[in-house]
């Protein structure tokens, strides 16, 4: 099944399959937030170091499968299935857009 996302949010899940976490990084807004697994990562530079370390730490794929609105937050929900603890797993990850950037991103089981 394929979905239709915005621009910056496909652009996030193309870098993320391939394990590019520049080209991560440059999707979101210079202030952006990311949280993820309880933990806050705030600007550019300490989110690539997220996606950087989290694609050193596991190999994992991820296929988003259904989109919805919620108030200014985007939904997306994807499937992931990968070497690390739970797997295979669904997915939230809840965008909040600033133009054509991500400006916060919540990922949640």
Known sequence: MSIELPDAIDAYFSADKKGNAQAIAEVFTQDAIVIDEGKTC????AIRRWMAHASTQYTYTVEPFDIAEDG????????????????????????????????ELEIVP
Not at 42 to 45: F, K, L, N, Q, Y
Not at 75 to 103: M, Q
């Open 42 to 45: 705030t600007g550019r530079d």
């Open 72 to 103: 200014q937050r985007t939904i997306v929900t994807s499937h992931l299935v990968g070497n690390f603890p739970g797997s295979p797993v669904d997915l939230r990850y809840f965008f909040v857009l600033r133009g054509d950037k991500i400006a």
